[in-house]
């Protein structure tokens, strides 16, 4: 994010530095309102549902928060995080207790008004008996809730939190409407700027422009948007390049060349924070030697992996979880590259001569991972190390091969802040964390930037952390791989898009407009 | 008569015991594919705890016998259950939300509705087409068009169907913009509306099934030009045209319907790939994404579908021909 800000602030002072949107969004050519939005969109299922606890992948996502609800934050294209239906927050010094000032004038789809009860009711969803939501974590750090008026909504958290805004921009917590949420989920009732018209769960779903939106004149510019679900790339392409929608999301990157050379479509390109890893246990011999790590860091070509197995799609990782769509991501950090010497040093370091490992990969971790595998094992033996490549069924890779195998291929998609990337993954004792490695100093910094509400001080904590998994972790990040998606030119948008998550963080539909 | 009923109540019987063979047979395939229904649900956040939850949810902690017959039990009774996905899904929370979740045959009913308009706009366009084809290649036996016929046909049945599909994209959609590349039919449209959604993957099974029925024509008839009455029929000075529609080919009929039959079962229950490239909502994909996350409700549910398609298709074929063949019709 940082990165992106950078970027983006040169954009900004050159044209009206003033003329922000609400959405954060630098006011270029005015935005039409009408027409109709057709997106082909992989990550559909039959059985799908306007539950958002349930919504795990893009076709849900971008149909749910990104059209029929809201959260109380998002996160703007520019990288931002502003208010959706939440007008402004603010923190107690120690980050424990937020106060969240409701918009007012909200109304959901079936004419019922927006207020503190439905925050409070739509954020109980995650933790009631049962519930397995995906938010359930984010929701569980909260100690009670308090409604101050119709309009205001206090958290009291168990432990200070200076990502909890962030938090609840995630598109699980959407907000329903109290008292009638099991019709809400039936029918998809949100207070968003479009409502359902049909829906067809793995196949396609309709929505239309909901007149009584608070923010009619500058979100969901559309008359109407189609969201069909195709899960074959090639298909995705196709449909593009004859017209039948406006932007497809995932763009094969191998077609990538193809479609940029036609004149009405445009690629969007951006680098996030997936990632690829190759985890190892530090419980087993010889990953529990930092020297040995550092040897296996050293002996991967990073850009090789980049060119060959992304195509140039992606950006070289320098061994920690954080990515440019993080805000305190530390992209003056300086690179390991690849160095067969210094990897022979390593090795010397920790009394071996020689390395030979087992790497387990199956094109199951991430697409191209055996060919990575073999590109790994091609530069280590320049640096005296054997890997030995051991193919691994994609079907239950999962469970069987990754947390089990000493050093195996996988990946992330990456979080919104520091602090849950690395309290999912990288904590001493968290179930993901896929390495079993633990550091003092690393883990009190951990606790101190959560709670750290300034944020000068937080990018020095995170700078620090993303530092000691490079030196010291246990993981090899190779890559990060982008989101490529591709429109129309009869659609526009601002002239930037968001990084979090494809298709401008999966919110096209409440930016973008007809051209 | 009663011998074409007595031989289509052992038929049908004979298909009961199929379809029970082949869903022992599912049941167990999917069972031995690495990995579950949770396990494929969760992907890589399959903890130990979450996969035992899952399973104890929708009773995959059960022995594989007490599934299958409980299954089994429900199908008997016309109760195909509720799939994994649905069920797992509605024990989210403790919201009402399960009330909602329909049941196996409403996900698959809609999806086969479409499979078999497909399959019947293919046949209305194919089956006259390779009979026409079929015949006139009798007729003019090893003239020019006998072999363009031959080799044009044979061309498009030995491309791989995605193949044929992206060439009719091209030629159809992109170069010629006649019919739209996507076919995502659905309630909201017309008959017409679908009909030209549904032209290109139609065409594209047409020029897959019509090689295999109108060579099968084709030889059946000439197999027959050689026979004595077809000697006389032309001695008394009929025309070429008239001795193989009146005389030959009712004659032939019989091995033709076995054909057609078997590429409608296909059209039915082959067109996966044709689905997948056009974007067409049919029984295929719902049925290859179960397979994918060993959602095993949808999955059997499917196959018996399948099953029954093949095994109804194939009676009624058999049917036919004892109907069309005076000497089955009338045993001694």
Redesign the interface.
């Known amino acids: 994010m940082t990165m992106n800000i950078s970027r983006r602030t040169a954009l900004k002072t050159a044209a009206a530095a003033g003329a922000l949107s609400v959405t954060g969004m630098p006011a270029m050519a005015a935005p039409k309102h009408g027409g109709t939005y057709t997106i082909?969109m992989s990550g559909g299922?039959?059985?799908d549902?306007w539950?958002s606890?349930?919504h795990s992948d893009s076709f849900m996502i971008n149909m749910g928060a990104g059209c029929v609800f809201e959260t109380l934050t998002e996160v703007s294209s520019a990288g931002e995080l502003v208010g959706e239906l939440a007008e402004s927050w603010e923190a107690s010094p120690d980050a424990k207790i937020w106060t969240f000032n409701l918009r007012k004038g909200v109304k959901f789809h079936n004419g019922k008004s927006f207020g503190a009860d439905d925050v409070i009711a739509s954020m109980n969803?995650?933790v009631?008996?049962?519930?397995?939501?995906a938010a359930k974590p984010i929701v569980a750090a909260v100690e009670e809730m308090k409604k101050l008026s119709d309009h205001q909504v206090q958290f009291m958290l168990k432990s200070g939190s200076a990502d909890f805004p962030y938090l609840v921009s995630d598109y699980h917590i959407c907000i329903f409407p109290a008292g009638q949420?099991?019709e809400a989920?039936?029918n998809g009732i949100g207070t968003g700027p479009y409502k359902v018209v049909?829906f067809?769960p793995?196949?396609?779903a309709m929505v239309t422009k909901f007149d009584d939106h608070w923010d009619a004149d500058n979100r969901g510019y559309f008359a109407e948007v189609e969201q069909?679900?195709?899960?074959?790339a090639?298909?995705r392409v196709?449909?593009l390049?004859?017209s039948?929608?406006d932007a497809i999301n995932r763009v094969d990157f191998k077609s990538v060349k193809l479609l940029d050379a036609y004149i009405n479509i445009d690629i969007i390109e951006v680098t996030g924070n997936m990632h690829n890893t190759f985890p190892m246990l530090v419980g087993n011999a010889p990953y529990d030697d930092v020297n040995v790590r550092r040897a296996l860091k050293y002996a991967v070509n990073r850009q090789e992996m980049v060119d060959k197995i992304l195509l140039g799609h992606g950006a070289v990782g320098n061994d920690h979880p954080i990515g440019p769509a993080n805000q305190y991501f530390a992209s003056d950090l300086e690179q390991t590259e690849y160095d067969p010497d210094k990897a022979k040093f390593y090795l010397k370091e920790a009394g071996l001569s020689s390395l030979d490992v087992d790497l387990s990969v199956s094109d199951g971790a991430f697409a191209g991972a055996v060919d990575a595998g073999q590109l790994y094992q091609n530069s280590g033996s320049a640096a005296g190390i054997n890997i030995n490549i051991v193919q691994e069924?994609a079907?239950?890779y999962?469970?069987?091969v990754?947390l089990k195998k000493p050093w195996c291929a996988?990946?992330w998609s990456g979080r919104a802040t520091e602090d849950w990337m690395f309290s999912t993954a990288y904590e001493s004792g968290v179930?993901?964390n896929d390495t079993g490695w633990e550091s003092e100093r690393f883990q009190s910094l951990l606790m101190q930037g959560r709670a750290e509400l300034d944020t000068s001080l937080r990018g020095e904590i995170y700078r620090e952390m993303q530092g000691i998994c490079r030196d010291e972790g246990a993981t090899v990040v190779p890559m990060y791989q982008n989101y490529v998606d591709a429109k129309s030119n009869r659609v526009e948008h601002s002239g930037q898009t968001g990084n979090l998550w494809m298709l401008d963080n999966l919110r096209s539909c409440k930016r973008w407009w007809s051209a | 008569m009663n011998n074409v009923a007595m031989i289509i109540g052992k038929r049908l019987g004979l298909g009961v015991l199929t379809m029970f063979m082949v869903s022992i047979i599912i049941f167990l395939a999917v069972n031995m594919l690495p990995g579950d229904f949770a396990q494929a649900l969760l992907g890589q956040s399959a903890t130990p705890e979450a996969v035992a939850a899952i399973r104890k949810d929708l009773g995959l902690d059960k022995p594989i016998h007490t599934r299958y017959f409980d299954w089994l039990i429900g199908v008997m009774q016309f109760d195909f259950g509720t799939s994994f996905a649905k069920a797992n899904f509605s024990s989210y929370g403790g919201t009402a939300a399960a009330a909602n979740f329909g049941t196996v045959a409403d996900q698959i009913a809609p999806r086969f509705a479409n499979t078999l308009f497909l399959a019947a706009v293919t046949a209305a366009i194919a089956v006259p087409l390779s009979l026409l084809i079929g015949v006139l290649a009798a007729l003019y036996r090893y003239s020019i068009f006998d072999r363009i016929a031959n080799i044009s046909t044979l061309t498009s049945i030995s491309s791989p169907e995605f193949f044929v599909a992206y060439v009719l994209i091209l030629l159809l959609a992109v170069l010629n913009p006649v019919f739209p590349s996507l076919s995502n039919i659905h309630d909201g449209m017309d008959f017409t509306q679908k009909l030209q959604k549904t032209m290109l993957p139609a065409l594209t099974l047409t020029l897959v099934v019509t090689a295999h029925m109108m060579r099968m024509t084709r030889a059946a008839i000439i197999n027959l030009l050689a026979s004595p009455y077809i000697e006389m029929a032309r001695l008394k000075g009929l025309s070429p045209f008239r001795i193989i529609v009146f005389h030959a080919l009712p004659n032939a009929l019989a091995p033709i319907i076995n054909v057609i039959a078997l590429n409608l079962a296909y059209l039915i229950t082959g067109v996966v790939v044709v689905e997948v490239v056009f974007v067409y909502p049919g029984v295929g994909q719902l049925f290859v994404d179960s397979v994918k996350i060993r959602d095993i409700p949808v999955v059997q549910a499917c196959c018996l579908v399948f099953a029954a398609a093949y095994i109804s298709l194939n009676l009624l074929a058999d049917v036919m021909s004892i109907l069309s063949n005076p000497r089955l019709r009338l045993p001694k």
């Open positions: 082909g299922n039959t059985s549902t539950d606890r349930t969803m995650h009631e008996e049962g519930a397995k939501s949420i099991a989920i039936a049909a067809e793995g196949v396609r069909i679900y195709i899960g074959d090639s298909a196709n449909a390049m004859t039948q929608v069924p079907d239950g999962w469970s069987n990754w996988c990946y179930p993901w």
